[in-house]
Each structure stands twice: as C-alpha cells, then as structure tokens.
C-alpha cells in the first residue's frame, strides 16, 4: 500500500495501462478528500503529540466475483488526487484476487518500486557530493 | 463485518437534501416529506438510511434496538463511523425497528433544563405510516390542527402526552416508511386526548 500511495501517478496510470481488461469495480467509498492529523512521538518513544494536519484522499472500491463474494480495496494517498486514490485503491483489490494477485506484483508493484529505488539512490548520491566533513584541529595550548 | 453496499452516490447533495426532509419533518410536524435513494441494507427502510447517513458521523452515539441484522451496524460503521451505545439512556440516536417491543419513552435521555438539546433522537422504522388509531395533533408548526393514524402500540400516546408535559424537557422522533418521513417533535401535543384509553 506504501509503494501504491507514494507512486508518482503518471508511472501508476504507466504501469496499469500494461494490465488487459482490468475486472469491473464499483465504488464503496468515492474519492473523497479531507484533513488527517499526524501525530509523532518524540525519539519514537516520548509521548505522543500532534505534529500537524495533512491533506488526505481516502477511496475503497469494491470488485464482485462471479460467486458473488466481494473484495474491497483500500486506497489512502496524500494530497487531493482523486485518481490516485482511485487507482491505489483499485491494485489493492486486485492484490487480494487470486487471478490479477501475479500480474499486479509484475507488473505494477515491481516497476515502483524500483522507480522509488533509482529515484531514493538519485537522491543520496546528489546528496554526498555536496557532502562536507568537519574537522576539529588540537589546539596546541596544552 | 464490512459491508458490500455503498452510501449515498452523491455525498454532499444527497446529505443536504435529506437534511432539508428531515428538517421539514419536524419543523411541519405530522407531514410526509420524501427522502433521496440510496440501496439500504436488509433491515433498514430507504428513508431511515438516508437518514442515519444524514445525521450520524464520527462523534455521535447510536443504539440499535436488539435484533437487527448484522449488516446494519457494520454498514453504519463503514460509512458514518458512528459509535455504538450500550443503553439508550447514553444515546444520541435511537434506531428503533420495531415499535412494539421498544423500551418506554422515559428510557431514553429527555435532556436537562439547562442542555434540553442533549436528548436522544428517536428514528422509528413502521411497515405503514397510517391505518392506527387516529389522533388529532397540535402546537408549533401546524395551523389549528393535524390528524395522523400512525400504527402505534396503545400504550404510546400517553407516553407521549406525559411528556409533552416535561417541556422542554423530552425526545424527538422521526418516522420512517419506504422513502417517507413523518417528524414528531416534543412540542407536537396531542387534543382531546384522554390518558388510560387506548386504542
């Protein structure tokens, strides 16, 4: 669910479209957008506290199997993108069928998360060129 | 359990219009007002879930008459995230399926003289909402008098006649039918109504 939520969503629509005839699904829950507060705990252990509000949108589709029994999904991103929402809650529905479950994990799973990889090791390796050691020289006082 | 039927379809203008019915319900007490579809779960009527969509969200509390299916309460969580009380006396909404083995009124939270407003709602599900023993209503909202037959247990209206008396004190009700709603407020009277009879 990480990886779908943090997913930029151009790759997502990317890798879904790579996907043939994705079942039908309906909605339980539209896409809908509101305020989530995020609390943290100080060292990981304190107490916790409120660290401030963020903007959510929270979506659950719904796909009825031909025995009638249904699978929800749970789509739950950060900021005010609907679609995303949509589409995150859509490949974890598919992630509980037993036909799409493979095909998701190859498919979409497995190129975001090696875009989040390159994108992480981008990062770091932008981060240690800039990186500067600091050196306390003895004074020759003593 | 978590439920396979949606809310409304269009959340914000379902919600409003219901909230307008149901604000006509009370406001024109005794008079029918209609509701917005929505696919309710066995065990509620049309109006009554498009009610409880309505009215319960994160930080109210509703009790559940004993007995119905268990598709209601997980509905209801799912799409309101309502909290459940254990008594009605501790209920800001009572969902009552079936009039006749309801607890009596005086069960329920009336409020106090200084918060009147902290009294239990009352939503009643009815197979009809006519065909019971006529009685004839007035106060605020109605111009002269109303008549309505709703199919209550005899032992009602002087329940309710009683607690016309405590006002402010008291409970509101709503009734529910198909896509119909029919308010009862505390300061909907009845006349000529004698105590000890029933019907």
């Known amino acids: 669910m990480a990886t779908l939520a943090k997913a930029p969503l151009a790759l997502l629509e990317d890798c879904l479209q790579t996907l043939d005839a994705v079942p039908s699904y309906q909605f339980l829950r539209p896409p809908e957008t509101g305020l989530t507060m995020v609390r943290g705990r100080l060292e990981g252990t304190g107490d916790p506290f409120n660290l401030g509000e963020m903007t959510l949108t929270r979506c659950v589709v719904q796909i009825v199997q031909p025995d009638q029994s249904a699978i929800a999904g749970f789509g739950y991103v950060a900021g005010r993108s609907h679609r995303h929402a949509e589409l995150a809650a859509l490949c974890d529905a598919l992630l509980q069928h037993v036909d799409w479950a493979d095909g998701v994990h190859a498919q979409v799973l497995a190129p975001l998360q090696a875009a989040a990889q390159t994108q992480q090791a981008t990062a770091a390796a932008q981060t240690e060129a800039t990186r500067v050691n600091f050196f306390t020289l003895k004074r020759g006082e003593s | ?199």
Not at chain 2, 136 to 157: K, M, N, S, Y
Request: aromatic share 10%.
């Open chain 2, 1 to 199: 359990m978590l439920t396979q039927l949606p809310g409304f379809l269009d959340p914000v203008h379902d919600s409003q219009q219901t909230f307008r019915a149901l604000l006509d319900a009370l406001s024109q007490p005794g008079l029918r007002q209609t509701t917005v579809a929505v696919t309710p779960p066995d065990g509620l009527t049309l109006s009554c879930a498009a009610a409880v969509l309505t009215l319960l969200d994160l930080e109210t509390t509703v009790w559940l008459q004993p007995g119905l299916p268990a598709a209601v309460p997980g509905w209801l969580l799912f799409h309101t995230g309502c909290q459940f009380a254990e008594t009605p006396q501790a209920a800001d909404f009572a969902l009552i399926w079936q009039i006749a083995t309801a607890p009596p009124l005086t069960t329920f939270q009336w409020g106090s003289p200084e918060y009147p407003e902290a009294s239990t709602s009352l939503l009643v599900q009815l197979p009809t909402l006519q065909g019971g023993r006529p009685v004839t209503l007035q106060g605020p909202g109605i111009l002269g008098e109303r008549e309505i037959a709703l199919p209550v247990p005899g032992d009602f209206w002087p329940q309710w006649q009683a607690m016309t008396k405590r006002y402010p004190l008291g409970v509101d009700s709503w009734w529910f039918n198909g896509d119909q709603v029919l308010g009862l407020p505390r300061t909907t009277r009845l006349v000529d109504f004698e105590e000890g009879t029933s019907a």
